[in-house]
């Protein structure tokens, strides 16, 4: 009878690691390409000789934790980042306890992708994607934090900037009306070139429905542009039931969004960018002039 007690105590100690370890998310770092596989194979811990294989046990890894009812997300692994970590954080490199240590650090940015069964040729370009925005979101806010306070007024510049980048999207989607928004804002950087992608939804007579990160990683790179006072541009393309898409684009000058008018909206689209050559309009399809954005407040500061 003991030893019938005992084994049962010891399965429902199991049963409850079981269910506790359901409640602790996953995350996979992810080697996207060949080149950053190659990079990783400098540490002698690193086992794997190709990256096709590689990737295919990574693929099962993450089937085999999502069957076990984990949440379980994926991150890209970037091998100049990991050694930059280890290197400031005083870790040995080349063990598997660093890459776990340096995969919960990408996690905890946020710059993850749940996994939910998808294949591999579906889940890398969104790990890419999502770690492009997340590099990008962080460059235009290390940007804005850079510019301290206005030497004429004392405002902190970069957070004027936010407010203004702010009430002019809202504004904007205000003006645009019911319908499915696709949003594009692209700014010269410093360094690089800085691009954001907003999607929206309205319904009549409400307001758009902004998700949070990707609402606030639009409105940074656009307070980037105002602040830095960068040429760029910003375009809306809206599609509602039974009716054309309606294209819009304003300029960004001085700090400022100025509507472009009907025809230069047509005529960006409608030429390529690499040679200059005319290309033909897309059906359905109509070019309209952007909205004065009447709260785009034109005060400067230096």
């Not at 650090?105 to 997340?134: H, K």
């Not at 409105?219 to 294209?247: F, K, M, N, Q």
């Amino acid at each position: 009878m003991a030893h019938t007690s005992q084994n049962k105590r010891t399965v429902t100690r199991t049963s409850m690691r079981r269910s506790l370890r359901r409640e602790v998310p996953s995350t996979v770092g992810i080697l996207a390409d060949e080149q950053d596989f190659t990079a990783m194979r400098h540490y002698d811990s690193f086992t794997f000789d190709d990256h096709p294989t590689y990737l295919r046990q990574t693929e099962h890894l993450l089937k085999s934790l999502a069957s076990q009812q984990l949440h379980t997300s994926a991150a890209l692994f970037d091998p100049d980042e990991f050694a930059e970590f280890c290197a400031e954080a005083g870790l040995d490199a080349d063990t598997a306890e660093s890459r776990s240590r340096f995969t919960a650090e990408i996690a905890g940015r946020g710059a993850t992708v749940p996994y939910t069964g998808q294949p591999l040729g579906s889940l890398l370009p969104e790990l890419i994607n999502t770690a492009v925005r997340q590099a990008t979101w962080e460059y235009a806010t290390m940007l804005l934090a850079d510019l301290g306070a206005c030497a004429d007024c004392g405002q902190d510049i970069g957070r004027s900037a936010f407010d203004r980048a702010s009430h002019a999207l809202m504004r904007l989607l205000e003006l645009a009306g019911p319908g499915d928004h696709h949003l594009v804002c692209s700014i010269a950087g410093p360094d690089e070139q800085l691009l954001a992608v907003l999607h929206t939804h309205a319904a009549a007579g409400s307001p758009a429905q902004l998700e949070a990160s990707e609402g606030a990683e639009f409105v940074t790179v656009l307070a980037a542009g105002i602040a830095l006072e960068s040429p760029g541009g910003l375009v809306l393309r809206t599609s509602a039931p039974d009716s054309a898409d309606r294209l819009h684009g304003w300029r960004l000058t001085q700090g400022r969004l100025t509507p472009l008018t009907a025809g230069e909206v047509f005529s960006a689209y409608c030429t390529d960018a690499a040679t200059g050559d005319p290309v033909s309009p897309e059906p359905g399809v109509e070019y309209c002039a952007g909205f004065p954005l009447v709260t785009d407040d034109p005060e400067s500061h230096h």
